[in-house]
């Protein structure tokens, strides 16, 4: 029986799963036990397919508790299978692939960054903050949120950033990860029942995303209960806002490259903005792991595994592949230009088909850091000394510092040491 893992988890964040796929020397999956309980490891873009087929890997029950009330919610879209999951996430992919919609978002986003660095020109900021409340102020206008002013909607971007950043760890970064979830579920419960208060049945198509869910009905015809698009709501903005820490890494990796920022402040159609993009996505550590459970009379690598066993798939290992990615640890910007990544490699937030249990929110993760990568590329700033270490430890990570930067200090190029992978290690 293999040890319980647990305190290594707890100690070496990113690299935990890749460790333990690293000392499996046998046939089959790597094994090991996660709070007392046993675990098979997925990885490769083969294992990317098993793990995604709902005849393979269920999602009811997968999820522990103080991850649903901290990161996804209870009753969220991610706990459900079969018909009911495809009838919800359907919810979903209409507002979250429809490239009109994913474009509208994304240029919310870039009016609220010029509005936000015009007025703070000649400021030091901490740009993982500046771009949580831009963020928030962007989505909050393209999803319909009624009844947040500018206090709820700095508490909005705030909140959200406390449930990603709370939902792995236990102390007081969980604690208030919590709180913060249900201030903004309690808040988004009472829009709802207004919004249903407040109106006869609709007479045509939702023109947002919050009068999407406020219509939603599952497949027994009924809505959604409050507390339930409450949840699914914050599912649509919570994920929206989260996108500050691949921005934080965006600025993170162009901090010392002139040429870069000049090819992507000039990248028209984004071309090069997009290949970034998708670098940023592979290179910086932001999901370590997802999981889900095996079904009955599941088979992985020639054995049987048990059903309920927990099937955890390396999305950190997997973006760091020597298999797969041609020197791993270098970031590269034009590793994907001119071809779009395989959907089965790169795994930054999950894999499998899109109506599957693929994040919905990939399309617009892209198309709105591709922006956020051409606006900071156009922006006149210094980088002041600070800790840009990214601790692996951490989950989830970012420099230490916030990546502080003084707006319209007059530089032409980023100042700043030699450029490092997130482990320290020179690139």
């Given at each position: 029986?293999?040890?319980?893992?647990?305190?290594?988890?707890?100690?070496?964040?990113?690299?935990?799963?890749?460790?333990?796929?690293?000392?499996?020397?046998?046939?089959?999956?790597?094994?090991?036990?996660?709070?007392?309980?046993?675990v098979r490891v997925l990885h490769g873009a083969d294992a990317v397919a098993f793990f995604y087929d709902e005849r393979?890997?269920?999602?009811g029950g997968a999820l522990p508790g103080p991850v649903l009330d901290t990161l996804f919610g209870r009753g969220a879209?991610?706990?459900?299978?079969?018909?009911?999951?495809?009838?919800?996430?359907?919810?979903?992919?209409?507002?979250?692939?429809?490239?009109?919609?994913?474009?509208?978002?994304?240029?919310?986003?870039?009016?609220?960054?010029?509005?936000?660095?015009?007025?703070?020109?000649?400021?030091?900021?901490?740009?993982?903050?500046?771009?949580?409340?831009?963020?928030?102020?962007?989505?909050?206008?393209?999803?319909?949120?009624?009844?947040?002013?500018?206090?709820?909607?700095?508490?909005?971007?705030?909140?959200?950033?406390?449930?990603?950043?709370?939902?792995?760890?236990?102390?007081?970064?969980?604690?208030?990860?919590?709180?913060?979830?249900?201030?903004?579920?309690?808040?988004?419960?009472?829009?709802?029942?207004?919004?249903?208060?407040?109106?006869?049945?609709?007479?045509?198509?939702?023109?947002?995303?919050?009068?999407?869910?406020?219509?939603?009905?599952?497949?027994?015809?009924?809505?959604?209960?409050?507390?339930?698009?409450?949840?699914?709501?914050?599912?649509?903005?919570?994920?929206?806002?989260?996108?500050?820490?691949?921005?934080?890494?965006?600025?993170?990796?162009?901090?010392?490259?002139?040429?870069?920022?000049?090819?992507?402040?000039?990248?028209?159609?984004?071309?090069?903005?997009?290949?970034?993009?998708?670098?940023?996505?592979?290179?910086?550590?932001?999901?370590?792991?997802?999981?889900?459970?095996?079904?009955?009379?599941?088979?992985?690598?020639?054995?049987?595994?048990?059903?309920?066993?927990?099937?955890?798939?390396?999305?950190?290992?997997?973006?760091?592949?020597?298999?797969?990615?041609?020197?791993?640890?270098?970031?590269?910007?034009?590793?994907?230009?001119?071809?779009?990544?395989?959907?089965?490699?790169?795994?930054?937030?999950?894999?499998?088909?899109?109506?599957?249990?693929?994040?919905?929110?990939?399309?617009?993760?892209?198309?709105?850091?591709?922006?956020?990568?051409?606006?900071?590329?156009?922006?006149?700033?210094?980088?002041?000394?600070?800790?840009?270490?990214?601790?692996?430890?951490?989950?989830?990570?970012?420099p230490r510092d916030g990546l502080r930067l003084v707006v319209g200090a007059g530089a032409d190029t980023v100042r700043?040491?030699?450029?490092?992978?997130?482990?320290?290690?020179?690139?």
């Amino acid at each position: 029986m293999p040890f319980d893992s647990t305190l290594s988890l707890l100690l070496r964040g990113y690299t935990w799963l890749p460790r333990v796929r690293g000392g499996h020397d046998g046939s089959g999956p790597a094994s090991t036990r996660l709070f007392g309980k046993p675990v098979r490891v997925l990885h490769g873009a083969d294992a990317v397919a098993f793990f995604y087929d709902e005849r393979h890997a269920r999602r009811g029950g997968a999820l522990p508790g103080p991850v649903l009330d901290t990161l996804f919610g209870r009753g969220a879209v991610h706990t459900l299978d079969g018909a009911e999951h495809r009838a919800r996430k359907a919810l979903f992919l209409s507002w979250l692939t429809e490239p009109r919609a994913v474009q509208a978002l994304a240029a919310r986003v870039t009016e609220e960054f010029r509005r936000e660095f015009g007025r703070l020109r000649g400021r030091e900021v901490v740009l993982f903050d500046a771009c949580a409340l831009v963020l928030a102020r962007a989505v909050r206008d393209w999803a319909g949120l009624p009844g947040y002013d500018d206090a709820g909607t700095e508490r909005l971007a705030r909140d959200c950033v406390a449930m990603v950043d709370g939902f792995a760890t236990p102390g007081p970064r969980h604690l208030r990860a919590r709180r913060a979830r249900s201030r903004q579920e309690a808040l988004l419960r009472r829009a709802v029942v207004a919004a249903r208060e407040g109106r006869a049945e609709a007479s045509g198509p939702p023109r947002t995303p919050f009068e999407a869910v406020v219509a939603h009905r599952g497949p027994d015809g009924g809505l959604l209960d409050p507390a339930t698009a409450a949840v699914e709501l914050l599912n649509i903005v919570r994920p929206t806002i989260a996108i500050t820490w691949f921005a934080t890494f965006a600025a993170h990796a162009m901090r010392d490259g002139a040429a870069l920022r000049r090819r992507l402040a000039e990248d028209e159609p984004a071309g090069s903005a997009t290949s970034f993009a998708h670098e940023v996505r592979r290179f910086y550590p932001f999901v370590p792991f997802v999981g889900a459970l095996a079904t009955d009379g599941l088979t992985v690598g020639g054995e049987q595994v048990p059903p309920g066993t927990m099937l955890l798939l390396d999305v950190y290992g997997q973006n760091h592949d020597p298999a797969l990615w041609h020197e791993p640890f270098r970031f590269v910007p034009d590793r994907f230009l001119g071809a779009s990544p395989h959907s089965d490699a790169l795994i930054p937030q999950g894999g499998g088909p899109r109506e599957g249990h693929r994040c919905p929110g990939e399309d617009i993760t892209v198309a709105v850091l591709s922006a956020l990568a051409r606006e900071l590329a156009r922006l006149d700033f210094t980088v002041p000394d600070q800790d840009l270490r990214i601790p692996l430890d951490r989950i989830p990570t970012r420099p230490r510092d916030g990546l502080r930067l003084v707006v319209g200090a007059g530089a032409d190029t980023v100042r700043s040491g030699p450029r490092r992978s997130p482990g320290g290690h020179r690139a």
